[in-house]
């Protein structure tokens, strides 16, 4: 037969302790016991109860401090007090913090049963209602990442997975794949989403700084510091810190770094105070780490605490399907921050995208659809409206239509187009053309242009 639900019965009174534990079951609920607030705490955990019924007068922690502790460590928990007669006032307090109801000692069972029951349908709504806005919250975190790609869709669900989790993340790919939108999402769908997303970039900062930036400094810890200055460990209290670029930052601050993963603890620069933070570490990285730590580059007991669960983002090039989505999802943002009337691309330019490298993955492909945005005179972005390194201006100048030619405008082209292939030498473009150099730089003096030599 199914639970009716889990209770957990916190009373210093042995014999209270048994009884109730005895009544409940009887009545078809899984229960626990815990002689003092204290013990009741450490069955939080493991048991996850769904309604816990203290007692209020007991030594150590009472069951108010016990009640806002326990809050804390199980959300979805609903409380009942129980209290004797000389005690109201104080029963009236703990709904005040708030228990959901309270029982009169010597209990009347009846009461009890009803009670309970009531309490267990609350905390069954309460944990139905946070599943919903946990899925929300994901749905969400995932909002401003376009991809229809198996790879990625793979790599999202994983996140998902890591989100709510604890443990700390290296995100691995090339430049420009998107590491941070990821280290977003993660936080995004972690308990953390209220709490700061605080970002660090390492490669942009000298070993000083870096130091400074990441747990602060005291006042005169160094020329310039005129006052204490908090780090991003201290901002990012109760959130996610994403450290991007960890495979630069120098051997001393990888130390303090694996310091802080082991203990939560730090110093400030320059300061003796050791501070202790929550803060979840994401970090990522464009480069080898296992390849950095066989050249003594980087400390393998740093690698593996940062390690803990991987996320590797495919290349653009190796997810050709998402450029038709990143690109439209661009050109309508950029259009609208830039008051366009731009509707789509042609197929010739989805085309030229398409069959682009993208060395510089997702940023690159920004890049070139805000530039096309600004250069576009029309509603539609065409392939001339694409830089050369997506079109080369060999096919842009291509060869003249024919029949409509004129002679000279082939001989033009012929001669333009061979020097560009020959590296401008006109001796080797006469050869190829079986012209005598002088007439090509005749030509060229011609069409205005400077001679050209070997």
């Not at 460590?73 to 009236?92: D, E, K, L, Y």
Request: contains cysteine.
């Amino acid at each position: 037969m199914a639970s009716r639900g889990r209770i957990l019965i916190v009373d210093d009174e042995s014999n209270a302790r048994a009884a109730l534990a005895e009544i409940l079951r009887d009545e078809g609920y899984v229960t626990e016991t815990a002689a003092d607030g204290f013990k009741g705490l450490g069955k939080l955990e493991e048991f996850n109860p769904d309604v816990i019924l203290t007692d209020l007068k007991m030594p150590g922690l009472d069951g108010i401090a016990f009640m806002e502790k326990a809050r804390t460590a199980s959300p979805g928990t609903v409380f009942v007090v129980m209290t004797a007669f000389g005690t109201i006032s104080s029963a009236v307090e703990a709904m005040k913090k708030g228990a959901e109801n309270y029982l009169l000692k010597p209990l009347d069972l009846d009461a009890l049963g009803a009670v309970i029951e009531r309490a267990v349908e609350k905390a069954k709504l309460v944990q139905e209602t946070r599943a919903l806005r946990e899925r929300l919250r994901e749905r969400n975190a995932f909002s401003h990442i376009v991809s229809s790609d198996p790879r990625m869709r793979e790599l999202l669900d994983m996140v998902a997975q890591v989100g709510p989790s604890k443990a700390s993340v290296l995100i691995t790919g090339e430049s420009g794949t998107g590491k941070e939108l990821i280290a977003e999402a993660i936080h995004l769908a972690s308990p953390r989403a209220k709490a700061p997303f605080v970002r660090l970039h390492c490669a942009a900062l000298s070993e000083s700084l870096l130091e400074s930036e990441l747990f602060g400094h005291e006042r005169g810890a160094f020329t310039g510091a005129v006052a204490r200055r908090e780090g991003r460990f201290k901002q990012a209290d109760g959130g996610t810190l994403f450290l991007d670029e960890i495979g630069e930052i120098s051997p001393s601050v990888q130390v303090k770094l694996l310091r802080f993963l082991q203990e939560k603890t730090f110093e400030r620069v320059g300061g003796n105070e050791t501070l202790k933070v929550d803060v979840r570490v994401i970090a990522a990285t464009n480069r080898d780490l296992a390849a950095e730590i066989k050249r003594g580059r980087f400390r393998e007991d740093l690698f593996y605490r940062l390690n803990v669960v991987t996320v590797e983002i495919p290349p653009l090039r190796d997810r050709r399907g998402d450029i038709p989505a990143l690109a439209m999802f661009f050109l309508r943002r950029c259009a609208a921050e830039n008051g366009r009337a731009i509707e789509t691309f042609s197929d010739d330019a989805l085309q030229a995208m398409n069959d682009h490298g993208w060395p510089g993955n997702v940023r690159e492909l920004e890049n070139v659809v805000e530039r096309a945005v600004v250069l576009c005179d029309g509603p539609v972005i065409d392939r001339r409206h694409l830089p050369t390194t997506i079109v080369p201006s060999e096919s842009r100048d291509a060869a003249p239509p024919v029949p409509g030619t004129t002679i000279a405008d082939l001989e033009r082209w012929a001669i333009l187009k061979t020097l560009e292939a020959c590296g401008g030498s006109t001796s080797k473009a006469a050869t190829l053309l079986g012209v005598s150099p002088r007439k090509i730089q005749y030509k060229l003096h011609e069409y205005g242009r400077s001679e050209e030599g070997e």
